[in-house]
């Protein structure tokens, strides 16, 4: 999706940067008619469209970074409260309290009422995508079972997992230049374009009016999607790895 919301992108800006007499001689030489009414309708419904899927999908990824702090950070204060001396149900009823997210508040009305508390913590890493939930549901079984001490189990998972996070970020932060590189170039078409309108030769003109301008557009437009999207799938098959 990305691609293709970066090419919409690379669309609209190439319109926008036109001046406005040039608009108005290439893009509208005319009246327009109620079809062309309703297509203009359309291409801003688009727009639209992609702004709302840009913001969703940014949204999201915030709202999943939450959610592993917090779930770091209740296992963390579980182990707290296990350390304390508080029995272990309490001790997650407690843990899950104190946290701003509630990240696995179902599990908690289910130790609340004594019912199987791994299995309901299985449900929650389901909803929520957070595997350490699954790792913390399985010591609990194991504890449970066995009688093994689960402070000190759940101690080395918060450990674990603030690691792992910290590599992510660590991941995240070297993966930014070549990501930033691949927007630069994916830009450096637009900027010629805009040269190009600036010392007089009409390359925009050129592009949407002779059937050579469109096929190189189109050629243009289709290597931009690929390159943009094998860099996304490079970077983030390397983000995927931890």
Same mark, same amino acid.
């Given at each position: @999706?990305? !691609?293709?919301?970066?090419?919409?992108?690379?669309?609209?800006?190439?319109? /926008? @940067?036109? !001046? @406005?007499?040039? %608009?108005?001689?290439?893009?509208? $030489? %005319?009246?327009?008619?109620?079809?062309?009414?309703?297509?203009?309708?359309?291409?801003?419904?688009?727009?639209? #469209?992609?702004?709302?899927?840009?913001?969703?999908? *940014?949204?999201? #990824?915030?709202?999943?970074?939450?959610?592993?702090?917090?779930?770091?950070?209740?296992?963390?204060?579980?182990?707290?409260?296990?350390?304390?001396?508080?029995?272990?149900?309490?001790?997650? =009823?407690?843990?899950?309290?104190?946290? !701003?997210? $509630? =990240?696995?508040?179902?599990?908690?009305?289910?130790?609340?009422?004594?019912?199987?508390? !791994?299995?309901?913590?299985?449900? +929650?890493?389901?909803?929520?995508?957070? $595997?350490?939930?699954?790792?913390?549901?399985?010591?609990? %079984?194991?504890?449970?079972?066995?009688?093994?001490? &689960?402070?000190?189990?759940?101690? %080395?998972?918060?450990?674990? +997992?603030?690691?792992?996070?910290?590599?992510?970020? +660590?991941?995240?932060?070297?993966?930014?230049? $070549?990501?930033?590189?691949? #927007?630069? /170039?994916?830009?450096?078409? &637009?900027?010629?374009?805009?040269?190009?309108?600036?010392?007089?030769?009409?390359?925009?003109? *050129?592009?949407?009016?002779? =059937?050579?301008?469109?096929?190189?557009?189109?050629?243009?437009?289709? /290597?931009?999607?690929?390159?943009? *999207?094998?860099?996304?799938?490079?970077?983030?098959? =390397?983000?995927?790895?931890?």
């Amino acid at each position: @999706m990305t !691609p293709i919301i970066a090419a919409g992108l690379i669309a609209i800006a190439v319109y /926008l @940067m036109m !001046p @406005m007499g040039f %608009r108005r001689r290439v893009i509208a $030489p %005319r009246v327009q008619s109620v079809d062309e009414i309703a297509l203009a309708r359309e291409a801003s419904t688009i727009v639209a #469209k992609l702004q709302r899927t840009v913001e969703h999908r *940014w949204r999201r #990824k915030r709202r999943q970074q939450a959610w592993q702090s917090a779930a770091t950070e209740l296992v963390a204060a579980f182990s707290a409260e296990l350390r304390a001396g508080q029995p272990v149900r309490q001790a997650f =009823v407690r843990a899950q309290r104190s946290s !701003p997210v $509630p =990240v696995a508040a179902h599990a908690v009305a289910v130790a609340e009422l004594g019912g199987d508390v !791994p299995r309901a913590l299985r449900v +929650e890493a389901a909803r929520t995508g957070l $595997p350490i939930l699954n790792s913390l549901a399985a010591l609990w %079984r194991v504890a449970e079972g066995s009688g093994a001490g &689960l402070a000190q189990a759940a101690d %080395r998972l918060a450990i674990a +997992e603030s690691a792992a996070a910290q590599a992510r970020a +660590e991941v995240a932060a070297q993966l930014a230049s $070549p990501r930033a590189t691949a #927007k630069v /170039l994916a830009g450096l078409p &637009l900027v010629g374009v805009m040269l190009g309108s600036g010392l007089g030769a009409s390359p925009v003109a *050129w592009l949407l009016g002779s =059937v050579w301008g469109v096929m190189v557009l189109t050629v243009g437009l289709g /290597l931009e999607v690929l390159g943009l *999207w094998w860099i996304a799938r490079l970077t983030n098959s =390397v983000e995927r790895l931890l």
